[in-house]
Nanobody, 129 residues
Framework: QVPLVEFGGGLVQPGGSLRLSCAAS????????VGWFRQVPGKEREGVSCINSRDGTTYYTESVKGRFTISRDTANNMVYLQMNSLKPEDAAVYYC??????????????????????WGKGTLVTVSS
């Protein structure tokens, strides 16, 4: 088991920024491929970004490219999702997920959540004026 905890969500105005953090206790996150996913009630979960454990390659869903950045902080055993230029459509519950696979599970440009074994409970991001 890899207990994951997300934090950093909150209310932000359109155009604003937030940084989400994913922390793991008892496990070294650098050993895992880590993804960020989001879900709006009534909609399917969407893969937002992923960083693989093999070489740090990152992936982003098209709608967040150029605005979101995923990164590792190995010293603090964290993975971050820096979200800039936030839009109302970015509002969702954001989940951190991890798996022992060495590369991000990307199929036809989609980050596949079903491939990830460990999940946090999510943090809510609200984008509203």
């Amino acid at each position: 088991q890899v207990p994951l905890v997300e934090f950093g969500g909150g209310l932000v105005q359109p155009g604003g920024s937030l940084r989400l953090s994913c922390a793991a206790s008892g496990s070294t996150l650098a050993d895992y491929t880590v993804g960020w996913f989001r879900q709006v009630p009534g909609k399917e979960r969407e893969g937002v970004s992923c960083i693989n454990s093999r070489d740090g390659t990152t992936y982003y869903t098209e709608s967040v490219k150029g605005r979101f950045t995923i990164s590792r902080d190995t010293a603090n055993n964290m993975v971050y999702l820096q979200m800039n230029s936030l839009k109302p459509e970015d509002a969702a519950v954001y989940y951190c997920a991890a798996d022992a696979i060495r590369v991000c599970p990307v199929v036809h440009g989609v980050i596949v959540g079903q491939a990830m074994d460990y999940w946090g409970k999510g943090t809510l991001v609200t984008v509203s004026s």
